[in-house]
């Protein structure tokens, strides 16, 4: 029960770096074929952060 809050929040964040990441394509024109490489890197370092961050709030 004391994971939900953070699960929540991990989503909220994620949900908020990927509009971000929205708007940085549209804003400097990425082409459609190169926008799917930036979302899953961008996806991808923010999953090992939140990885990492739960790891270390909830297991040290």
């Known amino acids: 029960?004391?994971?939900l809050p953070?699960?929540?929040f991990a989503s909220i964040y994620l949900f908020v770096i990927n509009t971000m990441t929205n708007s940085l394509c549209i804003q400097?024109?990425?082409p459609?074929?190169?926008q799917a490489k930036v979302f899953r890197?961008?996806?991808v370092l923010i999953?090992?952060?939140i990885t990492s961050s739960f790891?270390?709030?909830f297991f040290t």
């Open 28 to 30: 400097k024109e990425i």
């Open 1 to 3: 029960m004391v994971y």
């Open 47 to 49: 999953t090992i952060l």
């Open 55 to 57: 790891v270390r709030i």
């Open 41 to 43: 890197t961008i996806n």
């Open 6 to 8: 953070f699960l929540l």
């Open 32 to 34: 459609e074929e190169k």
